[in-house]
């Protein structure tokens, strides 16, 4: 690897849906240290569910500690509405905080039919989604620190 990240890390992460939010933490934590971020420069928050985790995610934005913000969080269809406005509210949510901050909000959240699908992608056939944020995230980090940021330009 070129550069070792030198900066902090945060997670924010639901609680709903522990099974799968569970692994996709544990996946992005080893993404993390494989990519040289040490343990004490990774800070987890918990949050109720996922859609509490855009407010979380721009609170830790506004701090200025972090290179990037992971969040993490597994929705699962139901047989109600519910669904569709939780997954477009954490969708926009997440994106207007990266876009607001210039800071990356790396979007791990599983939004899937069915908690199987939604377990082959925390861990399963289909890798860790969290993991693969996580990876998004250093990467994200070292693209924004090389570009500097606007206020750095003047």
Request: charged share 25%.
């Amino acid at each position: 690897m070129a550069d070792q990240p030198s900066g902090r890390f945060a997670i924010a992460a639901a609680k709903f849906n522990s099974e799968v939010v569970d692994r996709l933490i544990e996946g992005a934590m080893q993404g993390l240290r494989q990519h040289g971020v040490r343990e004490s420069h990774i800070h987890l928050v918990r949050v109720p569910g996922a859609f509490e985790l855009p407010l979380v995610c721009q609170k830790l934005a506004d701090t200025d500690q972090y290179e990037a913000v992971i969040a993490l969080g597994a929705v699962i269809r139901g047989d109600t509405d519910h669904y569709e406005y939780v997954c477009r509210g954490v969708t926009d949510g997440i994106m207007r905080v990266s876009l607001d901050t210039g800071i990356p909000m790396i979007f791990g959240v599983l939004t899937c039919q069915t908690e199987e699908l939604a377990l082959e992608r925390a861990g399963g056939k289909h890798g860790n989604k969290g993991y693969d944020a996580a990876v998004a995230a250093v990467e994200m980090a070292a693209l924004i620190k090389q570009m500097g940021r606007p206020e750095d330009q003047n």
